[in-house]
């Protein structure tokens, strides 16, 4: 079992910056490849970025390249989401997740996933 905390979201100006966290348990941290998703009212899930288990390989949503980097530390048991430029359409409550796959491709689709933080509120004001 993997539990999964979100921190690090707020309101903040269009342009400015924020970098969430998410902190895991256990030991096995590193054997998880890991996800980011948010969701805003009345939409899907959107996928945001994905990592591998080493750091190696990323993957980003195309609304978010280019503006976020997602990082892992795998020491601290945490991965990191840094956002910038940001826009009024990043406003969501942003999701981490865990699982284990060999497929890299399929990080960008939620169903992937078998472990979810419970979210954290990412406002941008205009």
């Known amino acids: 079992q993997v539990q999964l905390v979100e921190s690090g979201g707020g309101l903040v100006q269009t342009g400015g910056s924020l970098r969430l966290s998410c902190a895991t348990s256990?030991?096995?941290?590193?054997?998880?490849?890991m996800g980011w998703f948010r969701q805003a009212p009345g939409k899907e899930r959107e996928f945001v970025a994905a990592?591998?288990?080493?750091?190696?390989?990323?993957s980003y949503g195309d609304s978010v390249k280019g503006r976020f980097t997602i990082s892992r530390d795998n020491d601290k048991n945490t991965v990191y989401l840094q956002m910038n430029s940001l826009k009024p359409e990043d406003t969501a409550v942003y999701y981490c997740?865990?699982?284990?796959?060999?497929?890299?491709?399929?990080?960008?689709?939620?169903?992937?996933?078998?472990?979810w933080g419970q979210g954290t509120q990412v406002t941008v004001s205009s």
């Open positions: 990592i591998t288990q080493s750091g190696s390989s990323t």
């Open positions: 997740a865990a699982t284990r796959t060999p497929y890299i491709a399929t990080l960008r689709t939620a169903r992937t996933y078998n472990y």
């Open positions: 256990g030991r096995t941290f590193s054997s998880y490849d």
